[in-house]
């Protein structure tokens, strides 16, 4: 779970992702390099989608604003069986919570809030 935010990042328990963060219902990990949400691909999200039972969706935080990716890494999840949610970055982390407290199998790749 999210537990807050610091400066740009994002605070979960006692750790801080300054730069990004990935979550699934396993892990969160810090996304270093996150690319801008205009040149994000499938590749940037490593192993994030690599889990034992496929994701229902990603959910997209882009950050300070809400800005759309670009269609073709929408149609490349897509075509995979994954949806994909796109909002502001404080929106999606608080999406997060409700969501996995429904016990939502999903994944959310979180850009820092610049």
């Not at 740009?8 to 801080?16: A, E, N, S």
């Not at 935080?61 to 069986?81: I, K, S, W």
């Not at 949610?85 to 999903?106: P, Y």
């Amino acid at each position: 779970m999210v537990t807050g935010f610091q400066g740009r990042g994002f605070r979960v328990r006692d750790d801080v992702f300054p730069d990004g963060l990935l979550l699934s219902p396993v892990r969160a990990l810090a996304w270093r390099n996150a690319p801008a949400i205009t040149a994000l691909t499938v590749a940037d999200l490593g192993d994030l989608l690599d889990l034992e039972i496929q994701p229902e969706f990603l959910l997209v935080g882009t950050g300070a604003n809400l800005c759309q990716p670009l269609r073709p890494f929408v149609r490349a999840l897509e075509a995979r069986g994954i949806g994909v949610e796109v909002m502001d970055s404080r929106a999606a982390a608080r999406a997060w919570g409700v969501l996995r407290a429904e016990e939502r199998w999903i994944v959310a790749a979180l850009l820092p809030l610049i």
